[in-house]
């Protein structure tokens, strides 16, 4: 599996994360609660944190492009949830350790 992490620095997270897991929810399997996370995507699977000053996500997947299309997914939901106030993932791609772990 390959893995990338990102985060929307923002005050409310946890208002953020129950949005977007909620609507998520409507077609795809997930767990949440007020600062933890987890969508099963059809491509892949995205875990989430929110703490006091960011949401944080974990995705992984089995090629790039699936991983490009979880992603995708959370960027265009992100954009969409915060048109009057625009907010924008950042991204960092993560490389595997010597283990496999990410």
Do not use: N
Not at 36 to 42: D, K, N, S
């Amino acid at each position: 599996m390959i893995h990338a992490r990102g985060h929307v620095r923002t005050p409310e997270a946890s208002r953020w994360l129950q949005r977007l897991c909620h609507h998520f929810s409507r077609k795809i399997a997930v767990r949440y609660d007020e600062h933890e996370g987890h969508a099963e995507f059809p491509w892949g699977l995205c875990d989430m944190h929110a703490d006091d000053t960011a949401l944080h996500f974990a995705c992984r997947a089995q090629d790039a492009q699936q991983l490009a299309r979880v992603r995708f997914a959370i960027d265009e939901h992100v954009k969409l949830f915060s048109r009057k106030h625009p907010l924008a993932v950042q991204w960092h791609a993560c490389t595997p350790a010597a283990d496999g772990t990410p």
